[in-house]
């Protein structure tokens, strides 16, 4: 059996975001609902990845990191910040059955992968260094327990609703323009 490690985890989750991003954009503007089936998709992998990695495994990283692993966290908080209160919002407030969602969600998708590269090849190559494997893997299962929580689907909800707000706000503002 292969030991737990939350690095793995993560890494996978990576890449199912990516393949929904893929899925996105083969899709057309008369692929309305399957777009939206596709976003809530892609937010329900996403809110709680992300969520956890502010609140556990960010500051514990920054904890032990070296000046440059410090960097990167900064790097990381900020990407997250970007995605949160911009992109998301933004591609929120396009219809989807438009090219402009269709641009907002491309842009959406190439954030997140690079994001998610440099995770992979400089943050998680650091805490193999920083973190025992044992760590890892109660990290892992520390995750996997948060995510089945009450508390996961409060904070997503509350990301979500948050989301929908600045939307809706974008969504007024363009009109009144």
Same mark, same amino acid.
């Given at each position: 059996?292969?030991?737990?490690?939350?690095?793995?985890?993560?890494?996978?989750?990576?890449?199912?975001?990516r393949?929904?991003?893929?899925e996105?954009?083969?899709?057309?503007?008369?692929?309305?609902?399957?777009?939206?089936?596709?976003?809530?998709?892609?937010?329900?992998?996403?809110?709680?990845?992300? +969520?956890?990695?502010?609140?556990?495994?960010?500051?514990?990283?920054?904890?032990?990191?070296?000046? @440059?692993?410090?960097?990167?966290?900064? @790097?990381?908080?900020?990407?997250?910040?970007?995605? %949160? +209160?911009?992109?998301?919002?933004?591609?929120?407030?396009?219809?989807?059955?438009?090219?402009?969602?269709?641009?907002?969600?491309?842009?959406?998708?190439?954030?997140?992968?690079?994001?998610a590269?440099? @995770?992979?090849? %400089?943050?998680?190559?650091?805490?193999?260094?920083?973190?025992?494997?044992?760590?890892?893997?109660?990290?892992?299962?520390?995750? %996997? @327990?948060?995510?089945?929580?009450?508390?996961?689907?409060?904070?997503?909800?509350?990301?979500a609703?948050?989301?929908?707000?600045?939307?809706?706000?974008?969504?007024?503002?363009?009109?009144a323009?």
């Open positions: 059996m292969a030991t737990r490690n939350i690095l793995t985890t993560l890494k996978a989750e990576h890449d199912e975001l393949g929904l991003f893929e996105m954009e083969s899709t057309t503007d008369r692929a309305a609902k399957r777009r939206t089936e596709l976003l809530a998709k892609i937010e329900a992998n996403l809110l709680p990845h992300a +969520k956890w990695e502010e609140t556990v495994f960010y500051p514990q990283f920054a904890e032990r990191a070296s000046r @440059e692993g410090l960097k990167i966290h900064a @790097e990381a908080v900020e990407e997250h910040r970007a995605v %949160e +209160k911009t992109v998301i919002p933004d591609v929120h407030a396009a219809d989807v059955a438009t090219p402009q969602f269709a641009g907002r969600v491309k842009v959406f998708g190439e954030l997140i992968d690079h994001h590269k440099d @995770e992979e090849t %400089e943050m998680f190559e650091q805490a193999r260094q920083l973190f025992t494997a044992e760590e890892l893997a109660e990290l892992d299962e520390a995750y %996997e @327990e948060w995510k089945a929580s009450s508390a996961s689907k409060l904070v997503s909800a509350m990301a609703a948050k989301t929908e707000a600045k939307a809706t706000v974008r969504k007024v503002t363009r009109r323009q």
